[in-house]
């Protein structure tokens, strides 16, 4: 499909592809539509939530969707870096060494249970979302494209679990909780799979060379200097502000320019508005944030804390782009 095409096509697509999702993850369009701005991003997305409540077949359903490979990390504490990245195999007949691929050289990944593993094989991970490749034997191999990695983690307060490092947490675009359905969502959800899954009866939607397309158009969307200055002026208010330690970093900030780039892309504009810089902070932001002992002790939560800075920030109007036209 042309790019031209494309663009004209995206916002119509995507909505598309948003709905057919809709039917398998009941109930959860909005933590949907995020994870189709990170694919959009080209970032990864960490789901922290507790078990059973659809984080693996969101993952499953997105890699459906783009007609893409799909590869599964289980994570254990026994696991090894080359379980992920891939190995080397020695073949006598031919006296030389094949290499055979790590479910990470997917398009959709699905990193289950990471904070499960030991920090050694979490960092092998990182290392490649990171630098989107994989080294073995000294031989480097680019991951695909589009590449999207989605990470389970439950909450820490389960049984054998690692606390990611705020550096390697950083390295996630977003971090997202899909929580319970309600009582009528769940009665839809029963209702829908008294015959077979609805991930069963799901057809691509987008091809994985449009995605990659559309993950390049995405970072030409126009972002107005109003509106640049609101979001720095946010995250410098989050540096200073004496419930948090460590407030947002400036890759904090890139990152939440190009979340709210895909945003105004999915809405089918190709130029920023504030409510898009807004409907990304918290899944961008919340994660990145160090609270102070004395918020923790209030109990106070990084969310809370991310629509306090956004509230408390004048929202720029004094730009075409800003207030929300086209120029």
Do not use: C
């Amino acid at each position: 499909m042309a790019s031209s095409m494309l663009h004209e096509h995206a916002h119509l697509l995507l909505q598309r592809f948003a709905d057919s999702l809709d039917t398998i993850i009941v109930g959860k369009r909005k933590e949907i539509e995020l994870t189709l701005l990170a694919m959009l991003s080209g970032g990864h997305v960490l789901l922290e939530d507790v078990p059973g409540v659809g984080k693996t077949m969101l993952v499953r359903a997105i890699a459906k969707g783009i007609g893409g490979s799909f590869g599964r990390i289980q994570f254990t504490s026994d696991l090894m870096p080359s379980d992920i990245t891939g190995v080397s195999v020695y073949r006598p007949h031919t006296g030389e060494f094949e290499y055979r691929p790590g479910p990470v050289l997917s398009n959709v990944v699905l990193a289950d249970e990471i904070n499960r593993a030991a920090p050694r094989t979490q960092s092998a991970l990182l290392e490649a979302m990171e630098e989107r490749k994989v080294t073995v034997d000294g031989v480097s191999r680019r991951l695909p494209e589009p590449f999207l990695l989605l990470a389970t983690q439950n909450p820490l307060q389960f049984e054998g679990t690692y606390r990611l490092p705020e550096a390697q947490m950083d390295r996630f675009l977003m971090r997202i909780s899909l929580g319970y359905p309600s009582v009528e969502q769940e009665i839809r959800l029963l209702g829908q799979q008294s015959d077979r899954h609805p991930l069963d009866k799901m057809r691509p939607v987008l091809l994985a060379d449009e995605v990659a397309l559309m993950q390049r158009q995405v970072r030409t969307v126009t972002v107005d200097d109003t509106v640049k200055r609101y979001m720095v002026a946010i995250a410098d208010a989050s540096r200073r502000h004496p419930g948090i330690a460590l407030g947002i970093s400036p890759r904090g900030t890139l990152a939440w320019m190009t979340a709210a780039q895909a945003g105004a892309y999915f809405k089918g504009r190709m130029y920023v508005i504030p409510d898009d810089v807004k409907a990304a902070a918290e899944a961008v932001l919340a994660h990145r944030l160090i609270l102070s002992a004395e918020a923790k002790l209030a109990g106070r939560s990084a969310e809370e804390l991310v629509r306090e800075l956004v509230l408390g920030t004048a929202v720029p109007m004094n730009s075409q782009a800003a207030a929300g036209g086209a120029s």
